[in-house]
């Protein structure tokens, strides 16, 4: 356990067919990241954000790692779509394990985990 494990709580809260996942730093919020239930077992994450002071500490990983815990309680599978401009996210999609399908105009498509 390193000390970002020390000081990170997590949330997650569930309205309808969303899932939003919450970081919180010492009651701060400092990142979100958001997913949508499909009716196919499939889930969509979107909305990834992170406090500018807070970025590159790996909190937006610690959140896919949160999420990915979260779809297998739900039996369900993650699938992902990143801008073809932001690297970092790519990144970090990479290394949880989802792989490259696809790239469309801007858009980078990864096929499912879970």
């Known amino acids: 356990m390193n000390a970002l494990d ?5 949330e997650c809260t569930f309205k309808v067919d969303f899932i939003y996942l919450r ?11 958001n997913f949508q ?3 196919d077992n499939k889930c969509n994450l979107y909305g990834l954000y992170v406090e500018p002071s807070w970025r590159r ?7 896919n790692v949160f999420a990915i815990e979260e779809m297998k309680k739900l039996d369900k599978n993650l699938a992902a779509v990143a801008s073809s ?5 790519t990144k ?23």
């Open 6 to 10: 020390k000081i990170l709580k997590m």
């Open 23 to 33: 970081a919180y730093i010492n009651n701060v919020l400092v990142g979100t990241l």
């Open 37 to 39: 239930i499909l009716c």
């Open 57 to 63: 500490k790996g909190i937006a990983y610690k959140l």
């Open 85 to 89: 401009s932001n690297d970092y996210v």
């Open 92 to 114: 970090i999609l990479l290394k949880l394990g989802y792989g490259f399908v696809d790239l469309t105009y801007r858009k980078l498509f990864f096929k499912e985990i879970g």
